[in-house]
Every structure is written in C-alpha cells, then in structure tokens.
C-alpha cells in the first residue's frame, strides 16, 4: 500500500496510455495498470476518485501532447515552415501516433471521445495551416495540403500495399517532398497531386 501510495499520478497515467494505445480502453484496469507498475491497487486512490477520473486524465494528458506541447517543441527547433512540417510528423509518429490510433478507434464508439479528438484534430489542422501559409497562397491549395499531410500521417499504417521494391519510409519521404513543393518535379508533379484531389471532390 505505502508503496502505491508513493506511486506519482503521472505513472498511472503514462501506464494507462501505454495500455490504451496497445489494448484500448477495457486494456485500461486499476489492477492491471498496478501489476505493471509493482505496486498495490491501494494507491491508485491515493490519487484518482476512480477508474473514470484517470481515463479523463489521461485524455487530458494526450491532448496537452498532442497540441500545445507538441507544437511548443516544434517551434523551439527552429528551421523553415517546411522543416517545422517536417518536425511536427516526426515528433506525432513517435511517442503519439499508438495513441492517436487507439484514440480514434475508440472515438467510433464514445462520442465523447469523438468530441476530443474533434478539437485535437482542429487544433492540429489550424497549425498546419498556418505554415503552409508560409509556403503557398491559395487557400484551396493550402487545405488540400493540410488533408494529404495529415491523412498520410495517420492513413499509411492502415495500408498493407507494397510499393514496387520501395520501402514505406521511402515513398513517405517523396510523398512528404511532393506535399511541401520540395524536392524533384516540384512545380509539375506536386501541383498535380493536389489538382487531381481538388477536382475530385
């Protein structure tokens, strides 16, 4: 029990998010969560009123990282809008992205947890936005960027295609080069990713 209670809340909430992003929610269990930290149930009251306060914590904590502290360190890197880009995807894919799928899994089902995912969502798309302003100026062009940037962030590790001898890093990294106009064939290829989608909407 003492040991428990010496427990900080934030184990308990990095062990919930752990057990989320590889279980989902019902993965997240008072018990369980006690067992992997080597400590006694006891504590975990120590600090949450119930298995309810610490999901909301922990969906608190998701989406103070997924924002506000994501792009805090993004910005402090420095660089150009195209490597701030670049930054933000690496940054998301590490730590965050198991999370984020977990997340939007379970907001099929919570509409709750829809509604957060809504504003994390939001607020990521708006600091996209504004540096692809630094970049490009149609607005039309910028929010199509926004939407392939972002769907092959999360899109790609839902897909099972080969690539043709390439690997997926591979064609990520020219996918990314065609979305920021970087890179080969940036004035014809690129322009063209983005046309052929706005025409098919």
């Not at 006690?34 to 400590?39: F, I, N, P, S």
């Not at 926004?146 to 769907?151: G, H, I, N, R, T």
Request: aromatic share 6%; net charge neutral.
């Amino acid at each position: 029990m003492a040991a428990g209670i010496r427990t900080p809340p934030s184990a308990w909430i990095d062990a919930g998010l752990r057990a989320l992003s590889t279980g989902g929610p019902d993965a997240v269990r008072v018990e369980a969560l006690a067992k992997t930290l080597g400590v006694t149930k006891g504590g975990f009251y120590g600090h949450f009123a119930d298995r309810g306060a610490l999901i909301e914590e922990m969906l608190a904590t998701w989406e103070r990282m997924s924002t506000g502290e994501l792009f805090e360190s993004v910005e402090r890197g420095g660089g150009d809008a195209r490597a701030k880009i670049r930054r933000a995807g690496m940054l998301a894919g590490d730590r965050l992205l198991p999370i984020d799928l977990a997340i939007r899994d379970w907001s099929r089902r919570d509409p709750a947890v829809a509604e957060r995912l809504r504003r994390v969502d939001n607020q990521r798309m708006d600091y996209l936005r504004s540096l692809m302003r630094e970049i490009f100026t149609d607005e039309d062009e910028i929010e199509a960027r926004c939407l392939l940037a972002f769907s092959l962030l999360v899109g790609k590790h839902f897909m099972a295609a080969d690539h043709g001898g390439r690997s997926r890093d591979e064609v990520t990294e020219l996918a990314g080069k065609l979305l920021l106009g970087g890179g080969q064939a940036e004035s014809s290829s690129s322009s063209g990713v983005v046309g052929t989608c706005l025409r098919a909407t």
